[in-house]
């Protein structure tokens, strides 16, 4: 497994957040999260990462305690795009990819010619060679989105977590952004979670869905079995008709109105 859950139950203070997850994840799958706002779907990625520990239950990684690795050794693992990480000091974006390979380097160490190769591949992959010496606070909202999610992605790690990371990108920067994550997860057999708010958009992009309500994962399996209208009305109260869109090539979902 990637990741176990047990038992795992999360609270800030007396109010209780993620209750009763019991979960396997093996790898190389894009997991959607999905569910109603303040559900748990970001608390429940900051258990995956450690930002956040339970009071109660059991997170492993790889077959042990996630509490047993480091901080630098997740740094190895995972990658993080958060919902609204903002990049509040005047580095140039070159400089703010770099440090995208700073748990790799060793203590004081700059990063080498092989850190740098990675950072001009991805800088050309995701179309941010002419920002690179740009000021990431002279950036628009979206364009820095895009360097922080580059960030993530020159940090090459088996596991790349998404919180609703291409939600303030125009739809061309957030397929291709999303396109590069499948290439590789396809070619690397990376594990992915994102979550999502745009429900056609999981439909297109995840292997399997998890569904949140109310602090629990009320369902999850692969996204043609679970992503059901059934479903849908269980999680979000909606009513929705679901099909297979040959143009998409992927399940997709239209909504009564
Ligand atoms: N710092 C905090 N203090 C108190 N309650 C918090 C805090 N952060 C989050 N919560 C509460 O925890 C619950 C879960 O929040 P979380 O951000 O995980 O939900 P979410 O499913 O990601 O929501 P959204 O779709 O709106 O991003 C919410 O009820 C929220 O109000």
């Known amino acids: 497994m990637a990741f176990s859950m047990k038992d795992v139950h999360f609270a800030l203070g007396e109010t209780s957040i993620l209750e009763d997850i019991n979960i396997d994840l093996p790898p190389g799958r894009i997991y959607g999260i999905l569910g109603p706002n303040g559900s748990g779907k970001s608390t429940w990625l900051d258990l995956l990462i450690r930002h956040r520990v339970p009071?109660?239950?059991?997170?492993?990684?790889?077959g042990h305690p996630l509490g047993s690795y480091?901080?630098?050794?997740?740094s190895k693992e995972m990658a993080l795009v958060?919902?609204?990480?903002?990049?509040?000091?005047?580095?140039?974006?070159?400089?703010?990819?770099?440090?995208?390979?700073?748990?790799?380097?060793p203590r004081f160490a700059s990063p080498g010619s092989r850190?740098?190769?990675?950072?001009?591949e991805v800088m050309q992959k995701t179309g941010l060679e002419k920002f690179q010496d740009r000021m990431v606070t002279e950036l628009s909202g979206g364009e820095r989105q895009r360097v922080v999610f580059a960030r993530a992605l020159v940090q090459d790690t088996p596991?790349?977590?998404?919180?609703?990371?291409?939600?303030?990108?125009?739809?061309?920067?957030?397929?291709?952004?999303?396109?590069?994550?499948?290439?590789?997860?396809?070619q690397a057999?990376?594990?992915?979670?994102?979550?999502?708010?745009?429900?056609?958009?999981?439909?297109a992009f995840c292997s399997h869905i998890i569904f949140f309500k109310q602090g629990r994962i009320l369902l999850h399996g692969p996204t043609t079995e679970v992503l059901t209208p059934q479903?849908?009305?269980?999680?979000?109260?909606?009513?929705?008709?679901v099909y297979f869109d040959d143009y998409a090539q992927s399940t997709q979902?239209?909504?009564?109105v």
């Open 55 to 62: 009071q109660q239950g059991m997170v492993e990684y790889n």
């Open 70 to 74: 480091s901080r630098k050794q997740i």
């Open 82 to 105: 958060p919902q609204d990480y903002r990049l509040n000091f005047p580095f140039q974006v070159l400089e703010v990819l770099l440090m995208g390979r700073y748990p790799f380097l």
């Open 115 to 120: 850190d740098l190769d990675i950072v001009r």
């Open 159 to 186: 596991v790349l977590i998404l919180d609703e990371a291409t939600a303030s990108l125009d739809i061309k920067h957030g397929l291709h952004l999303l396109s590069l994550v499948r290439q590789k997860n396809q």
């Open 189 to 203: 057999r990376t594990t992915v979670f994102s979550v999502f708010q745009d429900i056609n958009l999981a439909a």
């Open 231 to 241: 479903n849908l009305e269980r999680v979000f109260d909606v009513r929705a008709k």
């Open 253 to 256: 979902v239209v909504f009564k």
